[in-house]
């Protein structure tokens, strides 16, 4: 059975091409044109996947990404940000506000197919069948792509889940940004490294017990990266 992807965006020629070449890998293509559309479709239609523009009438992609990951129906829907901005601040705040990926008008179409494929790979895949990680009131399911906290469900993103998964897995050790990209993502992505900034932002927030209080569970490594904590205080 095919995956649905919906394309939202205000121009009808990138809907077009975008549609054509998803299509043409196999996928499902719905599409809207509006902030206020594209939300309905989330709810109602159940995509896998939204590509999402920047820039829309009625509703910005960045309102249609906090709402959506506000809503549990919809929290753990994979986004690609589509954006003709190339300030390194708006693709931040689309990260921030947990969007999984971004690609950059204009775009190449098959690269908008392998990003896609990328980020359902990650949403659906599996990264260490049986295995759990436990510290503190933390479980983390690597089958099941699950995080609990006190028996209480954490939703994080895919793209989340997977940097939570690499470091959590190689507990003190120290990750630099061009490892987890590498590790997150592949080798070809181009990502800029304040990408995992953003994705550990909302990593700590989520997962952190004091999320105003300093990180007792992902640690900065000064001039490296970042690692997993050790022990739980």
């Given amino acids: 059975m095919s ?12 809907v077009k091409i975008a549609r054509d070449y998803l299509e043409r ?14 939300l309905r479709l989330a709810r109602q239609e159940h995509p896998a996947l939204m590509v999402l523009d920047l820039m829309l009438p009625g509703m910005d992609g960045l309102d249609v990404t906090r709402a959506l990951r506000q809503d549990p129906l919809t929290a753990r829907l994979p986004i ?8 390194e601040t708006d693709r931040l705040i689309g990260l921030e506000l947990g969007a999984d990926d971004y690609i950059t008008k204009p775009f190449s179409p098959r690269e908008l197919v392998a990003r896609v494929r990328a980020v359902l790979r990650r949403s659906e895949g ?10 503190g009131g933390l479980v983390i399911d690597l089958e099941c792509r699950s995080v609990r906290r006190d028996g209480e ?13 690499v470091l959590a897995s ?3 050790r120290p990750f630099t940004r061009a490892q987890l990209l590498d590790r997150v993502y592949n080798t070809e992505y181009t990502g800029f ?9 909302n990593l700590r927030r989520k997962i952190e017990p004091d999320s105003n209080g300093p990180p007792r ?6 001039g490296v990266g970042y690692k997993f904590a050790e022990t739980y205080p």
């Fill in 3 to 14: 995956r649905t992807i919906l394309v939202v965006d205000d121009e009808p020629g990138i």
């Fill in 25 to 38: 890998a196999g996928f499902q293509v719905i599409s809207a044109g509006d902030g206020p559309t594209a």
């Fill in 80 to 87: 690609i940000m589509l954006t003709a901005r190339v300030e």
């Fill in 126 to 135: 599996s990264t260490s069948p049986g295995k759990q990680i436990q510290i």
């Fill in 153 to 165: 469900t954490i939703e994080l993103t895919a793209t989340e889940f997977d940097l939570l998964a």
């Fill in 170 to 172: 190689a507990p003190g």
């Fill in 193 to 201: 490294d304040r990408t995992i900034d953003a994705h550990i932002k």
């Fill in 217 to 222: 569970l992902i640690l900065t490594v000064y």
